[in-house]
């Protein structure tokens, strides 16, 4: 297997606005980021994914940007973010920006030229499609809830919009869009930036013609995901940026691809195709998704998530790269969703970190995730922030008449701000972000769960996480070894082997709060073993054949 930096690194995702403010007006900035650099060297961290930071009128938090090359005044300057860059570059952390280029904000230039007038020179940069009988073109459901096409007064035709209907959806069938995505991704490595996570990428091509969705129970609107989700000329789009852009630098590029499939996940990142580094997949953090979607809440099952990671790892294997995470800006904190946030928080936000970090892949922690952060549950919906979240209340509520309190759950388990709210750094007011009033308000359990008291506490997540990182450098095979699944069909424990050359490591994670006994298949044989990481005291002599686990416990052994 090619050895890569971006294979061995560890990255770490900063939501600039909810991360540190440095000037008391509530909102995280980037010289707030520029204070906390020391604290994410402490970490170990290799890599910054920073969400963006570009000017944007902020109705979808920064993932509508009306210019590209310029810095959102509430988060500072570009004199800022240049000083940020080479203080992470002193370090020795690398940055990977947000490229946004789905969709503009409708306050970009080239989208209020677009609007102006149908021959306009800036009109075909987007999508607009006259009504059908009086209605939109098709009967596409925007990612925030109603039509994804929004009428234009100006000149009587409807633009298309997959999120707000302020982000209106770019045409990359237009090879002149495309040109100028490059300039400015030339311009943004050319200022020092080590690469792009690309915002939902496998959408944009659209099938030309732009059919209607499948119609169930009625509805109004629909998902037409088939027909711009790794759509027909995606794969050519982006193997050209490769050879136009990517291809120049040595950066590491990551794509958010909704509903990939490992065969698609391959085409995106076989290195061998010239197009990405390796792909977010969705598959893990859908299970908890019953058919209508996000918001249809079903229990998630451990034999779901051993099925759907173990044929992630072994599909990619040898052919593509596996992005690891269990959080982001856009989903719950993973000890509230995953573990158990209540009696054994610290137990298994630990237990996650291994199961997670030991696999074949580039792991991803998300800010607050080394405190073992979790979700937040406001009283009222006036708390909250997020647009998706806010749209989704107002539908269900207004719309399909139900119970406020019945949404509310719905939000307390999946809503986004559960990963927004303020970083916790210390005990005082606000968790010391801020010196103001915060954009959102911070989590109340701040006061026990913050940075300076897990710095100060050795058994703490954030040091078990250090760990882990070291580890990951000490030892290739958590990196490059082959992975496989043992004791598939046991409904409490997830173990897997990793293996390269004459290294083994022998994975074993306790999904429950229940002590069921582990048990060694008898074709692992080893004369030497000796035990990497653990989240409760283990005597040394205690022997690997057979363990009774304690709840939500983990153990990574290395064998030979």
């Known amino acids: 297997m090619e050895k890569k930096w971006w294979k061995e690194a560890v990255v770490y995702q900063i939501y600039p606005r909810s991360f540190k403010d440095a000037d008391g007006d509530g909102i995280g900035d980037l010289r707030g980021i520029i204070s906390k650099l020391d604290y994410l060297k402490e970490l170990g961290i290799d890599v910054v994914w920073l969400s963006p930071v570009y000017q944007s009128p902020n109705d979808d938090n920064g993932y509508d940007i009306s210019d590209y090359r310029n810095i959102m005044d509430e988060f500072g300057t570009m004199e800022d973010w240049e000083e940020m860059v080479s203080e992470m570059h002193k370090r020795g952390i690398k940055l990977v920006m947000d490229l946004v280029v789905n969709h503009t904000s409708d306050e970009h230039p080239w989208f209020i030229e677009s609007r102006k007038s149908k021959d306009n020179a800036y009109r075909d940069y987007y999508i607009w499609r006259p009504g059908k009988e009086g209605k939109e073109p098709n009967n596409w459901e925007s990612f925030f809830s109603g039509s994804a096409w929004e009428y234009d007064e100006a000149t009587g035709e409807y633009y298309l919009h997959l999120f707000s209907k302020k982000q209106p959806d770019l045409n990359w069938e237009n090879p002149n869009v495309r040109k100028e995505i490059y300039e400015m991704m030339r311009f943004w490595l050319d200022k020092g930036v080590d690469g792009f996570r690309m915002d939902v990428i496998n959408m944009i091509s659209k099938v030309p013609e732009l059919p209607d969705g499948e119609v ?161 549950r406001f009283s009222s919906i006036e708390d909250y922030r997020d647009i998706e979240t806010l749209n989704m209340y107002k539908e269900y509520v207004e719309k399909y008449g139900e119970n406020p309190q019945a949404v509310l759950e719905k939000i307390y388990y999946k809503g986004r701000d559960n990963a927004r709210t303020p970083m916790q750094w210390d005990d005082s007011k606000h968790a010391g972000f801020t010196d103001g009033t915060p954009w959102i308000q911070v989590n109340p359990n701040y006061k026990e769960i913050n940075a300076k008291a897990a710095l100060q506490d050795p058994d703490s997540v954030f040091h078990y996480y250090k760990k882990l990182i070291q580890l990951r450098k000490q030892h290739p095979v958590i990196v490059y070894g082959t992975y496989h699944l043992i004791l598939e069909d046991h409904p409490l424990i997830y173990a897997y082997t990793r293996a390269l050359g004459n290294e083994k490591l022998v994975v074993i994670t306790n999904f429950s709060n229940e002590t069921p006994v582990f048990r060694l298949p008898e074709d692992i044989v080893y004369t030497a073993k000796e035990l990497l990481i653990h989240n409760y005291p283990v005597e040394e002599s205690e022997e690997l054949h057979e363990i009774r686990l304690r709840p939500w416990e983990a153990r990574v052994y290395k064998i030979q």
């Open 216 to 376: 169930y129970d009625g509805k109004k609107y629909v998902s037409g995901s088939r027909y711009f989700m790794n759509g027909p000329r995606v794969h050519e789009f982006l193997q050209e940026m490769n050879r136009e852009v990517l291809s120049h630098y040595d950066i590491m590029t990551v794509g958010e691809t909704p509903g990939v499939t490992p065969k698609e996940g391959i085409l995106y990142t076989d290195p061998a195709r010239c197009e990405l580094n390796m792909v977010f997949q969705f598959e893990h953090v859908d299970l908890d998704s019953g058919p209508g979607g996000k918001w249809d809440i079903r229990p998630w099952k451990l034999a779901d998530l051993k099925k759907t990671m173990t044929k992630w790892q072994k599909e990619l294997e040898g052919k593509g790269w596996n992005s690891l995470y269990l959080n982001n800006h856009d989903q719950p904190r993973a000890v509230s969703r995953f573990g158990d946030d209540k009696q054994y928080r610290v137990e298994s936000a630990k237990m996650l970190a291994t199961f997670l970090h030991m696999m074949q892949g580039t792991p991803y922690i998300y800010q607050g995730e080394e405190l073992g952060m979790t979700n937040v």
